[in-house]
T-cell receptor, first 117, second 113 residues
Framework: AQTVTQSQPEMSVQEAETVTLSCTYDTSESDYYLFWYKQPPSRQMILVIRQEAYKQQNATENRFSVNFQKAAKSFSLKISDSQLGDAAMYFCAPTHARLSGNTPLVFGKGTRLSVIA | DAGITQSPRHKVTETGTPVTLRCHQTENHRYMYWYRQDPGHGLRLIHYSYGVKDTDKGEVSDGYSVSRSKTEDFLLTLESATSSQTSVYFC????????????FGDGTRLSIL
């Protein structure tokens, strides 16, 4: 079974600065996908970014990028030019790639990010 | 936003009563999921469905059952609610295909007194 560790329960960042949220996971699979989701106070779960494990290139989505280290089983999220709207709970979630069909996500416990004006 | 509607959005009920939560989608996605979210635990999978009448258990399935008689609806039932099932419940959907992201509903806050 997969396990996911987000070692920083809470973090804070100054507006316009950069912050990195860490995530490590344990899996015996060689092919999988990794996601970061954001949950603002509204409680919505919002997809931030997706990474394919077979790709060496790190995914980027505007101000959000990942540092994917497959050998270390590490998948950190970097937020550049932090904005007040980035304040939220962030969840790391890997999922296996199976020919038999989709597999559910396994979520970490989350990191609560505060943005200071 | 993905067309996912969870109902009810909030519910308060008593221990021992049956409760059914509904997830309705307008996207015709094959996969549907039920998660619960509790403080300190992130989201944990209860059950999921990979097609009409095809379901499988997740990590925390005890005390829950599901049904999917139509592509668009996925029901989660607590046969006899307990206080430990007080939680926020999320439904998610995804298209078929490895690595497809899941899209979530707005959640149902369920309180069992």
């Amino acid at each position: 079974a997969q396990t996911v560790t987000q070692s920083q329960p809470e973090m804070s960042v100054q507006e316009a600065e950069t912050v990195t949220l860490s995530c490590t996971y344990d899996t015996s699979e060689s092919d999988y996908y990794l996601f970061w989701y954001k949950q603002p106070p509204s409680r919505q779960m919002i997809l931030v970014i997706r990474q394919e494990a077979y790709k060496q290139q790190n995914a980027t989505e505007n101000r959000f990028s990942v540092n994917f280290q497959k050998a270390a089983k590490s998948f950190s999220l970097k937020i550049s030019d932090s904005q007040l709207g980035d304040a939220a709970m962030y969840f790391c979630a890997p999922t296996h790639a199976r020919l038999s069909g989709n597999t559910p996500l396994v979520f970490g416990k989350g990191t609560r990010l505060s943005v200071i004006a | 936003d993905a067309g996912i509607t969870q109902s009810p959005r909030h519910k308060v009920t008593e221990t021992g009563t049956p409760v059914t939560l509904r997830c309705h989608q307008t996207e015709n996605h094959r996969y549907m999921y039920w998660y619960r979210q509790d403080p300190g635990h992130g989201l944990r999978l209860i059950h999921y469905s990979y097609g009409v009448k095809d379901t499988d258990k997740g990590e925390v399935s005890d005390g829950y059952s599901v049904s999917r008689s139509k592509t668009e609806d996925f029901l989660l039932t607590l046969e006899s609610a307990t206080s430990s099932q007080t939680s926020v419940y999320f439904c998610a959907i995804s298209v078929a295909g490895a690595g497809q992201p899941q899209h979530f509903g707005d959640g149902t806050r369920l309180s069992i007194l």
